[in-house]
């Protein structure tokens, strides 16, 4: 539920209906729209979200998709004559470039993380914080790329399941039900109410409806589970262990075929295979929660479950293929859900050889005294950092006491690093947005994101003051809340 203790609702869908009136007053006096949004799941849902709107007011505009917003992007933005920018699923934090870059343009911010406080004369800023709620769990990009988008004609109700998708890649369900809540619940509300959604309660596999179980298992990534995630054949050999008829008629049986009793059993064996290698049963718990399932997508494809659609699209983006994303969140499919699905699959393979190389050789993970730091230079594209530390954090290895910090090379020759955090640490009282965004700037680069999740983008040779000062502000964070 969403109540007035939670944030200010009200206030909130204001500002969602200001940016909804400076969109139309725009598209009415038949001004270019530039659209610039995230690259992950979320950024590439809200990018599909605004698309379709636009089209359906008849207007002229573009989509960018962009990894971060830096200098080099806002001086392109800057030369072109658009008199109005959106950018979705980012530019919270960078609202000092836009005022150095942009001050002259109109500007709508639909972001979901941590703000900087910088104000510019002709900036509509929709974010979740401002308003007393959490861009970390509340509600992601996408959902607030929706509200403005209701806001400007309730038949864009249709949309709704689109932010489902996004919250779900930006995994706003990492509680103990795996469910969506606050923001989020009203947009899963509308999308059922449009017919487009429906939810239940069962095990979460990749593939759950589609794949055959064996494959689902080995797809599964979030929970990690070692020896099994990435390997079909360890999976098989697993299931036929079980006991599990794997097969009826000829037809490969997938995860929903099961009855209640040999879900349990799969259960039970996953719990025991983790124990076995030293990892909390615990894990496997994640396995367990609320399926969001697309009711208007074919059963047997990626896009009939709101979490492959989200993994769907979030390779499309980290594999330098946004514009396929786009195109399948604003209506394409065939062979555009063809391609897409072969960019997965290349994504998911490259996922496992990061992973594989990581634990091959000591010295890839360190741990030092209040953080684990993974060395990706050279090796781990940066695109894909992000989805490495993400997984990382599910698989068990690591200690939920400490935070995990990777660094990988950029394309521009510095330092790409991403953060992630455990639920434990945020309530007592890290945030690794605000480090990062101190750590960065302190050394000359720029930083930011959610308590849970965090970027930032540093020159090469500051890595090793960068994490001392990352150390000590953590220490600090979680001294000063003990």
């Known amino acids: 539920m969403v109540t007035d203790q939670q944030g200010s609702l009200g206030v909130f869908l204001n500002s969602a209906t200001d940016a909804a009136r400076i969109i139309q007053d725009h598209v009415a006096k038949g001004d270019f729209v530039s659209v610039v949004s995230h690259l992950d799941a979320d950024g590439l849902a809200a990018a599909g979200i605004l698309g379709c709107v636009l089209n359906r007011l008849d ?259 980290r594999m330098d293929k946004a514009g396929l994303g786009v195109a399948i969140c604003m209506g394409s499919r065939g062979k555009t859900l063809d391609e897409a699905q072969e960019v997965l699959n290349q994504y998911r393979k490259t996922l496992a050889q990061y992973m594989d190389w990581l634990t091959e050789v000591p010295g890839r993970i360190q741990e030092i005294e209040s953080a684990y730091i993974i060395r990706g230079d050279g090796v781990i594209n940066e695109r894909l950092l992000g989805a490495v530390s993400t997984i990382l954090t599910t698989t068990g290895l690591f200690q939920p006491t400490k935070p995990i910090i990777a660094l990988t090379t950029a394309s521009d020759g510095g330092v790409k690093v991403s953060a992630r955090a455990t639920n434990q640490l945020i309530r007592e009282g890290l945030n690794l947005g605000v480090i990062l965004q101190t750590a960065a700037g302190r050394v000359g680069g720029r930083g930011g994101g959610h308590d849970v999740a965090a970027g930032a983008q540093i020159a090469k040779d500051s890595v090793d003051e960068f994490l001392a000062i990352t150390n000590q502000l953590i220490k600090e964070q979680l001294k000063r809340e003990k």
């Open 59 to 317: 207007a002229a505009f573009r989509i960018r998709i962009a990894k971060q917003i830096d200098e080099s992007l806002t001086n392109d933005l800057a030369s072109e004559s658009s008199p109005l920018y959106i950018f979705s699923d980012f530019g919270s934090g960078s609202l000092d470039i836009f005022k150095e870059k942009l001050s002259e343009r109109d500007i709508v911010v639909l972001d979901h993380h941590q703000p900087i406080n910088v104000s510019l004369p002709r900036l509509i800023h929709v974010n979740p914080h401002l308003h007393g709620f959490d861009g970390a769990r509340e509600v992601a990009g996408s959902g607030v790329a929706y509200f403005v988008a209701r806001a400007i004609s309730q038949s864009n109700i249709d949309l709704a399941y689109l932010a489902v998708v996004g919250a779900l890649g930006d995994m706003q369900d990492r509680n103990k039900r795996r469910e969506l809540y606050s923001l989020n619940e009203l947009v899963v509300k509308d999308a059922i109410e449009a017919g487009s959604l429906k939810t239940e309660m069962d095990l979460i596999f990749y593939g759950r409806e589609t794949r055959p179980l064996y494959k689902a298992l080995a797809c599964t990534t979030n929970p990690f589970i070692p020896g099994l995630s990435g390997e079909e054949d360890k999976c098989l050999g697993f299931l036929v262990n079980l006991g599990i008829n794997l097969k009826v008629d000829e037809r490969w049986r997938a995860v929903s075929d099961l009855s209640s009793d040999e879900k349990q059993k799969l259960l039970s064996q996953l719990i025991a295979h983790l124990v076995s290698r030293g990892i909390s049963g615990e894990v496997a718990m994640a396995l367990v929660g609320t399926v969001y399932i697309l009711t208007k997508e074919d059963r047997w494809t990626p896009l009939r479950d709101a979490r492959e659609y989200a993994s769907l699209l979030n390779a499309c983006g």
